[in-house]
């Protein structure tokens, strides 16, 4: 296995990216729901990096409002739990749209699920053009089918637009042998290999996302996108965070 380091590893700028954001990211310090301020500042930074010519694409979680999984373990059936967790992903995707629409930019939210009165169906031709218009996307309701997780729609639709990586903003700064939370000896990794990823249980997606990555030679890039500027540099190719790709 690969031990941490601190060598960075250089990789070039990205043309077209699917960012994966965590619904808890839109909380900021609250408890509950959408923060504001924070995505306003997530608005802001998107459009920095549209701006800079990169092609983007988004999917949210939901984990803000509502968990699938959380349901289930309360008794609800899964299927209906995640139904109800694709459904906070389009909340979630809404609410970004406007901030970006008020920042001045042009954005469209494409379901998996038919919502028509407030999203676009997703049709994969028209995703890529929108690309191609410069406008940003942002994928809600996952893959529109139970017993799959916002992860494992991130990786599934950054091969079908022909991203050239899956960039995780998450609210820690790479990944780290354990949980830096709980472990100050923890050690973060500027790269790791798909297999050691898997084979450890590091957390950086689950693991159908992760396989589906490998067997595509899609890398995946583990960030801090709470720390302003760090998905410009990320998308442009700087050593941020943890770089996941094929040994």
């Not at 984990?63 to 906070?88: E, K």
């Not at 957390?203 to 720390?227: E, Q, Y």
Request: with cysteine; net charge neutral.
């Amino acid at each position: 296995m690969t031990e941490a380091s601190g060598n960075h590893v250089e990789q070039r700028p990205y043309k077209r990216v699917l960012l994966k954001l965590s619904g808890e990211v839109l909380m900021g310090d609250t408890a509950f729901g959408v923060d504001v301020e924070t995505i306003n500042r997530l608005a802001r930074e998107l459009i920095d990096v549209q701006n800079s010519g990169i092609e983007l694409a988004l999917v949210i979680g939901g984990g803000n409002i509502f968990r699938g999984m959380s349901g289930t373990a309360s008794g609800m059936d899964r299927a209906s739990a995640d139904y109800m967790g694709m459904l906070a992903t389009v909340m979630n995707a809404i609410a970004l749209q406007d901030a970006i629409e008020r920042h001045g930019a042009t954005v469209r939210v494409i379901s998996a699920l038919a919502i028509k009165e407030v999203a676009e169906p997703y049709i994969r031709r028209r995703a890529v053009r929108h690309l191609e218009k410069g406008r940003i996307l942002i994928f809600a309701a996952g893959t529109g089918n139970p017993y799959f997780t916002t992860d494992t729609a991130a990786s599934l639709r950054a091969m079908e637009i022909q991203a050239e990586a899956v960039l995780k903003g998450t609210k820690v700064d790479g990944v780290y042998t354990s949980d830096p939370a709980k472990n100050p000896d923890a050690k973060k990794y500027d790269t790791l290999t798909f297999t050691e990823a898997l084979t450890n249980r590091l957390g950086v997606m689950d693991s159908t996302a992760m396989s589906l990555c490998r067997d595509n030679h899609m890398p995946i890039v583990v960030f801090d996108v709470t720390k302003p500027g760090q998905m410009l540099r990320a998308v442009s190719g700087e050593s941020v965070g943890t770089l996941v790709q094929e040994g």
